[in-house]
């Protein structure tokens, strides 16, 4: 009986060390994703309408979509540097981080524009 997919029993086991870390990387990832997905639901359940319509919703849709999608490209990425530690690769590169920061930099600037509106 296989403990996990076909790939996590090739190459050779990596230093414990190394495993937990890329773990702990993983769930930094997830608590991100939660932190968006817990704003989305603020921001819909909390917060005031905005002077423009529609507005509140698409940016707790935005956030919402981000969270999803953090969540399972954030699991990717530990399969992958899972996956190159097994077999002694290179670890892969990543766009999360850009992609993130970029996000988040657009909705900061799209809320603070629909607040000084009011």
Not at 67 to 96: E, I, K, S
């Amino acid at each position: 009986m296989s403990r996990g997919p076909r790939w996590y029993e090739e190459g050779e086991e990596p230093d414990y060390r190394f495993t937990l870390a890329n773990e702990r990387t993983f769930l930094a990832w997830l608590r991100t994703a939660l932190a968006l997905l817990a704003g989305a639901v603020a921001l819909v359940q909390l917060v005031p309408a905005f002077a423009v319509p529609g507005a509140r919703s698409g940016l707790a849709a935005l956030l919402a979509v981000t969270a999803a999608l953090l969540a399972a490209f954030g699991y990717r990425r530990w399969a992958r540097v899972q996956r190159a530690m097994r077999n002694g690769n290179p670890l892969p590169m990543t766009w999360l981080p850009f992609a993130v920061g970029w996000v988040t930099a657009v909705i900061g600037v799209v809320v603070l524009v629909l607040v000084l509106r009011l």
